[in-house]
Nanobody, 124 residues
Framework: QVQLVESGGGLVQAGGSLRLSCAAS????????MAWFRQGPGKEREFAAAITRTGTGTSYADSVKGRFTISRDNAKNTVYLQMNSLKPEDTAVYYCAARGGAGLGIDHRAYDYWGQGTQVTVSS
């Protein structure tokens, strides 16, 4: 069992930056592939970024590639999402997720544990 708690969301103007954090507790954090998903108003939950258990591999959705960076600190049991050059279309609730298997899954059904989400709103 892993408990995930996101923080760092808020209101930002277009072109601005935010850094999301997800603190994990419970089982060994380094044993989990971690990811960020997001769900905008009236939209389905979509993949944003994922990172391998060691942090050596990452994957990004095309819509955020070059603007977002996922990272993790296994000593602090935390995964981060640095978001730069934010656009109004990035407005969504952002969720942290964990899965016990290897591989950078982009399907939300592959993830076993979820945080409660943090709201990111980008104004134009």
């Amino acid at each position: 069992q892993v408990q995930l708690v996101e923080s760092g969301g808020g209101l930002v103007q277009a072109g601005g930056s935010l850094r999301l954090s997800c603190a994990a507790s419970g089982r060994t954090f380094s044993g989990y592939t971690m990811a960020w998903f997001r769900q905008g108003p009236g939209k389905e939950r979509e993949f944003a970024a994922a990172i391998t258990r060691t942090g050596t591999g990452t994957s990004y959705a095309d819509s955020v590639k070059g603007r977002f960076t996922i990272s993790r600190d296994n000593a602090k049991n935390t995964v981060y999402l640095q978001m730069n050059s934010l656009k109004p279309e990035d407005t969504a609730v952002y969720y942290c997720a964990a899965r016990g298997g290897a591989g950078l899954g982009i399907d939300h059904r592959a993830y076993d544990y979820w945080g409660q989400g943090t709201q990111v709103t980008v104004s134009s």
